[in-house]
């Protein structure tokens, strides 16, 4: 009994983490972004790859108080032509607006 407790609570925390990073808003307007924006670069796993957006699952990102979590990032015109597999390990860079996250690199790590 414990241990379907303890999966369902395990179930519903990643559900409210992946609910979270889908419910953030996306408008990646460049001209909105500050001029000495915090960049942030972490790793992570593909997910899922669309035409407009790429998911990403990472660890915790202390600096932001989030918990580990999987996160759409819409593709900036620059990464969109360079689609990668689901289950691809990247590093990924990005930066807050004063509306979203902004994706800034997506480079695969060879592993």
Same mark, same amino acid.
């Given at each position: 009994?414990?241990? +379907?407790?303890?999966?369902?609570?395990?179930?519903?925390?990643? +559900?409210?983490?992946?609910?979270?990073?889908?419910?953030?808003?996306?408008?990646?307007? %460049?001209?909105?972004?500050?001029?000495?924006?915090? +960049?942030?670069?972490?790793? &992570?796993?593909?997910?899922? *790859? #669309?035409?407009?957006?790429? &998911?990403?699952? %990472? %660890?915790?990102?202390?600096?932001?108080? *989030?918990?580990?979590?999987?996160?759409?990032?819409?593709?900036?015109? #620059?990464?969109?032509?360079?689609?990668?597999?689901? &289950?691809?390990?990247?590093?990924?860079?990005?930066?807050?607006?004063?509306?979203?996250?902004?994706?800034?690199?997506?480079?695969?790590?060879?592993?």
């Amino acid at each position: 009994m414990r241990a +379907i407790l303890n999966l369902t609570l395990f179930s519903l925390f990643f +559900i409210s983490a992946y609910s979270f990073a889908d419910a953030m808003p996306m408008d990646h307007d %460049h001209n909105a972004m500050q001029q000495n924006a915090q +960049i942030y670069t972490f790793e &992570g796993v593909i997910t899922q *790859w #669309q035409s407009d957006r790429v &998911g990403i699952s %990472h %660890h915790a990102i202390p600096a932001l108080k *989030w918990p580990a979590m999987t996160m759409n990032f819409r593709l900036p015109p #620059q990464i969109t032509a360079n689609a990668l597999p689901a &289950g691809t390990p990247v590093a990924f860079s990005f930066v807050k607006t004063d509306t979203a996250y902004q994706l800034q690199t997506l480079t695969p790590l060879n592993r």
